[in-house]
């Protein structure tokens, strides 16, 4: 009994690795920039930028499906108009739960960016950032069927640990022509690799957390007067898990001034093997709003009946003073 008993117990860490092997990710792309690299925190054109993303998937595989939320704060710092450059801070929240047992993570980090125009006449930038956070996973033990009573309670399964975490990120930007942007970027998150178990005092090298790749590239440009065209690639890789998504989404300005940015947006894109990701987005100046759903096409979708997950977000930028900015498709700095 006591040798089943380890046995579960390690089966138990091993079920959290695997869920955790590609990390948290979401299907509305570039709505959170700095959760998705440290680098394009505070990279857009307002001072202050607030957003929340909820997302909800699984809920005809498993109970309660999984839940996940996000919010973050980003504000632009010593902006310099004479040196081209500025500095980013931002703070956020993340917290993501599933099934019976409320199992998942809540997580907390502070990301911070140097950003930099590298030419003075042309919008073409970079960007460094670091990102540090803390994460803390925990299960509802009074919901389990383990660990009841004292006869199977051995004192060294935990119901939460927590760790510590570094991430980098760089970004590069540059508009090559007027109502285009090109951009790409790359982060990798987990550098410390730091350790994920459930057991009191085991360290092994297996259930330590294995550094997350993430690339992109993004490709902006005009089809007429009053509508553009957004191209998106990226790969993320994790020990041996990977997540490639490539597609596009149509922008429409509907705006009846020229001095407001009014515009709706619908995307299509394809995760690797997984779904088909249907998107909407309605900007007006500095205040987005979003709804994506994924249609699963994956082995799963015999039991989810290709049900995926649905996601909004929103997101408003401001600036410290009254007077208006530039508003572009693309956020950028302006020093």
């Not at 390690?10 to 680098?39: C, E, K, R, V």
């Not at 001072?47 to 005809?60: E, H, M, P, S």
């Not at 009846?256 to 990701?277: K, V």
């Amino acid at each position: 009994m006591k040798k089943i008993y380890v046995v579960c117990i390690l089966i138990f860490n091993s079920i959290a690795l695997l869920t955790n092997g590609q990390d948290i990710h979401f299907s509305s792309l570039n709505a959170n920039d700095m959760y998705l690299n440290p680098a394009k925190t505070a990279f857009f054109s307002t001072d202050f930028k607030v957003a929340t993303t909820y997302r909800n998937q699984w809920q005809t595989v498993s109970t309660n499906g999984y839940n996940t939320s996000l919010f973050t704060a980003e504000a632009r710092l010593f902006s310099s108009k004479r040196y081209r450059q500025s500095l980013g801070v931002g703070v956020g929240f993340m917290r993501d739960v599933a099934g019976t047992l409320n199992f998942g993570q809540r997580q907390m980090f502070l990301s911070l960016s140097y950003n930099k125009q590298l030419q003075k006449r042309t919008n073409h930038f970079i960007s460094l950032g670091v990102q540090l956070a803390n994460t803390y996973w925990s299960y509802d033990a009074t919901n389990a069927d383990f660990g009841q009573t004292p006869a199977d309670w051995e004192g060294i399964l935990l119901s939460n640990t927590s760790y510590n975490d570094i991430s980098l990120g760089l970004h590069w930007q540059i508009e090559p022509a007027d109502m285009q942007t090109l951009s790409a970027g790359i982060s990798v998150f987990h550098i410390n690799r730091p350790s994920l178990s459930f057991v009191e005092d085991l360290e092994l090298e297996d259930l330590r957390m294995h550094e997350r790749y993430l690339t992109y590239v993004n490709y902006l440009f005009p089809t007429t007067d009053v509508s553009q065209i957004q191209l998106h690639a990226s790969a993320t890789k994790q020990n041996d898990n990977y997540e490639i998504i490539v597609g596009g989404e149509y922008l429409l300005d509907i705006a009846t001034t020229i001095f407001d940015r009014n515009t709706i947006g619908l995307g299509l894109y394809y995760r690797s093997n997984d779904a088909i990701i249907v998107g909407l987005k309605y900007q007006y100046n500095t205040f987005d709003f979003g709804l994506s759903y994924d249609i699963n096409i994956s082995g799963l979708s015999q039991v989810s009946n290709t049900y995926g997950g649905l996601e909004i977000f929103l997101s408003y930028g401001f600036n410290k003073y009254s007077y208006n900015k530039k508003i572009k498709t693309i956020p950028c700095p302006t020093f």
